[in-house]
């Protein structure tokens, strides 16, 4: 749907929809378009067709869709006897109407002061009528203006999440991973960090400390780091879908090796990737 199609589709709503008799007043996509009699004898609400104002709403690359906010010119014109409050009561019931029809697009409208035309010499109530949406890199961007001059109502384009990351996508590419400590708390007692997600890859390491160490009471290596990937079994490290556990030896062995990841009162870092 472009800019184009929006506006059309409300003229076509306002005349089919809202106005009962079509001799009290007619919708036009603009003045421009067709000989208005002067002096009016019925209300007309016309476009500003050229007059939109686009603002992008997270500026700073032209690479992503980004929200937009478009906002629509439009003037509400009266025959010659009515009074400004008359006319802005008439134009509120439309424009309500209108936000209505549009709930989800369309994020309100404001009504101005009445003036005077001074070529129509009737009443005339300016209007802006404002939507949100998707904006696509697809359409050139200059400052403020999208050209071609809107063709980018793309909700179908943006919420294509093949082609488009989604906001986990976008999570993980901005924080790929977390890290931090835990404490050990000896055999038999697991320990457990929450993150908040389910890593995909956990390495655990002595903070401050050496990873590999020899006890020499048992003739025993220390390891004090391992790696663990969700998927692949590990006896020590088992990844949940909210963090992860780390669990210990039961007890101490003479001439082996063995891991040490939760050892009582000791301080472990680990690093989580997304």
Do not use: W
């Not at 071609?148 to 901005?174: E, G, Q, W």
């Not at 020590?236 to 556990?245: N, R």
Request: charged share 15%.
């Amino acid at each position: 749907m472009t800019t184009s199609e929006l506006i059309s589709g409300i003229v076509g709503f306002i005349n089919s929809h809202i106005i009962e008799d079509p001799s009290i007043c007619e919708a036009l996509l603009s003045f421009d378009d067709r000989a208005v009699p002067a002096p009016l004898t019925k209300y007309y609400f016309a476009f500003l067709i050229g007059q939109d104002k686009v603002d992008l709403q997270n500026i700073g690359t032209e690479e992503c869709c980004q929200r937009t906010q478009i906002t629509v010119s439009m003037n509400c014109y009266a025959p010659p006897g009515e009074s400004a409050i008359g006319v802005c009561s008439y134009a509120e019931r439309v424009l309500d109407r209108i936000n209505i029809e549009y709930a989800g697009l369309m994020g309100g409208y404001e009504i101005g002061t009445a003036v005077i035309d001074d070529y129509l010499k009737a009443l005339k109530i300016p209007c802006k009528l404002h939507f949100q949406y998707e904006q696509c890199p697809a359409f050139n961007i200059s400052g403020t203006v999208l050209r071609p001059y809107a063709d980018f109502l793309c909700k179908t384009h943006v919420n294509d999440m093949t082609i488009h990351l989604t906001p986990a996508d976008r999570a993980r590419i901005s924080a790929p991973f977390i890290y931090g400590t835990y404490q050990g708390l000896g055999p038999y007692n697991p320990a457990t960090v929450s993150l908040g997600f389910r890593p995909m890859l956990v390495i655990v390491f002595p903070f401050n400390d050496n990873a590999v160490k020899i006890d020499s009471t048992y003739n025993t290596v220390m390891n004090y780091s391992d790696i663990a990937m969700y998927g692949y079994a590990n006896s020590y490290i088992t990844i949940t879908s909210d963090g992860f556990t780390v669990a210990a030896e039961d007890a101490m062995h003479y001439n082996t090796a063995m891991r040490a990841l939760n050892e009582a009162g000791k301080t472990y870092g680990y690093i989580a990737v997304k």
